[in-house]
């Protein structure tokens, strides 16, 4: 076998051998694959694509470049994974809420990809807590609170993270065969029982279109359920942010505002509709709704919340986060207003944009070796409909230095279009794909 002759072979618009993607596989766990070599594999499957068989085959490879976990728990194994988008902290939102409920929640989690923030990152900005925990922690963190948010282990897809790392910094991660290795390779290795995916399209996503949103959701749908994991999709609406907070401590206060003050919106709109799909695929109800109604049960009675403190608390985190968390997150110093440079009504958001302001706010990385500013970012994003006058803040920038809050406070202008007529309302949940 030959890193260079598998290349090229992507290159050239075919297909390697199933012996051929899984010794690549191997080889980007043990190191006998280059990183040059790794991102030219991984910007030849963006161009030029592996295939059905092809994906299946490199998905499994990644799944098996490690170890796989198994669980005995007196409740169903479930998870969740979104594609991407900008204010999306679901993940923060639903875990606990599913283990609240009787389920848990092994799940293992990325980093920021391009202008999407990642779920670890998130919760790293919570002082003192690891994602980075040994297979027992991992255990007995689930086993205990009922749900952990960790990064995978070098032992659960070893693959995937070398792959990872190099889609970040090599302009990769729209792939659609990279991102359904990716993803399913670490949630097929963590042994889970049902798995739900929130696809999302739009101008904060990766995928643009509902089209090749539904391409990726079938991909990833189909790949898991041949891989014997029940797994079903929603494609979701990311025209807008999910949350009105970009960034990593505050996108914990946004779903700290959900799970303690029991806050409305699309965030808890979306964690319901995806967890209610769950519960059921997990046996926990018997129809949607029933479902729907212990979710939000478990919120108004204060139960997730007190899963998300006991989580936090087992990961090194604060004991009392959850009462006290609007003193322990960590705040920018420097925090400006982005006035409306006109009056109007707010008729469209670039949420690439928005993500890459976080990014070059210190929020996110544009190399692998950046070191993330947990306090930095956007607050206070203005929903799609919402009518301005000039001078009236359309987000608020949170920042380390007065010269990067000018910065984004210029390109949030240019990402929030103001017009005279409000944009067609567009539901939350596109479509639901289960095979």
């Given amino acids: 076998m030959d890193a260079r002759r598998i290349i090229a072979t992507l290159r050239d618009g075919k297909t390697p051998s199933r012996e051929e993607i899984s010794w690549f596989a ?55 994974h979104s594609t991407g988008g900008v204010g999306d902290c679901v993940s923060l939102v639903l875990a ?7 389920a848990y929640v092994p799940m293992i989690s990325g980093r920021g990809l391009g202008h999407t923030g990642g779920t670890l990152d998130k919760m790293e900005a919570i002082p003192g807590v690891s994602t980075q925990l040994s297979e027992s922690a991992f255990r007995q963190v689930v086993a205990g609170a009922g749900c952990a948010i960790v990064s995978a282990t070098g032992d659960i897809a070893p693959a995937d993270r070398r792959l990872y790392a190099v889609r970040d910094v090599t302009g990769t991660v729209e792939s659609l065969d990279l991102i359904t290795a990716s993803i399913l390779s670490k949630k097929l290795a963590a042994g889970l029982e049902a798995l739900v995916l929130d696809v999302k399209c739009g101008a904060g996503a990766f995928m643009k279109t509902e089209a090749e949103a539904a391409a990726l959701a079938q991909a990833l749908v189909s790949t898991a359920n041949a891989a014997g994991c029940p797994t079903r999709a929603l494609i979701t609406d990311m025209s807008q942010p999910l949350a009105s907070e970009l960034g990593n401590a505050l996108e914990i206060e946004s779903a700290m505002r959900v799970l303690t003050e029991h806050e409305g919106g699309r965030l808890r709109d979306l964690s319901v509709a995806l967890g209610a799909g769950l519960l059921v695929q997990g046996g926990l109800a018997g129809t949607e709704a029933a ?37 322990l997150l960590p705040k920018a110093p420097v925090i400006r207003d982005v006035p409306a440079p006109s009056a109007g009504i707010v008729t469209a958001i670039d949420g690439e944009a928005l993500g ?72 939350l949940v596109l479509r639901r794909i289960s095979a």
């Avoid at 478990?298 to 985190?317: C, H, I, K, S, W």
Wanted: some cysteine; overall charge negative.
């Fill in 96 to 102: 606990p809420m599913l283990a609240a409920c009787g």
């Fill in 26 to 80: 191997k080889g980007l766990a043990s190191g006998d694959v280059s990183d040059a070599q790794a991102g030219a594999f991984a910007m030849a499957v963006l161009l030029k694509g592996l295939g059905e068989e092809g994906r299946v085959v490199l998905t499994l490879a990644m799944r098996d470049s490690g170890d796989r976990l198994h669980w005995d728990l007196p409740g169903p194994v479930l998870d969740k």
């Fill in 291 to 327: 479902a729907a109604t212990l979710l939000e049960e478990a919120l108004q009675t204060g139960r997730a919340a007190e899963v998300f403190g006991r989580m936090v608390a087992e990961m090194g985190g604060p004991a009392r986060f959850a009462e006290d968390w609007r003193n």
């Fill in 356 to 427: 890459l302001a976080v990014v070059d706010l210190g929020g996110g990385r544009k190399v692998e070796s950046d070191v993330i500013d947990p306090a930095v970012g956007l607050s206070e994003v203005l929903r799609l409909g919402t009518r301005v006058e000039a001078g009236q803040p359309l987000a608020r920038v949170h920042a380390a230095r007065a010269d990067l809050a000018e910065a984004a406070v210029r390109t949030v202008q240019r990402a929030i279009t103001l017009g005279a007529q409000p944009p067609e309302p567009q539901p």
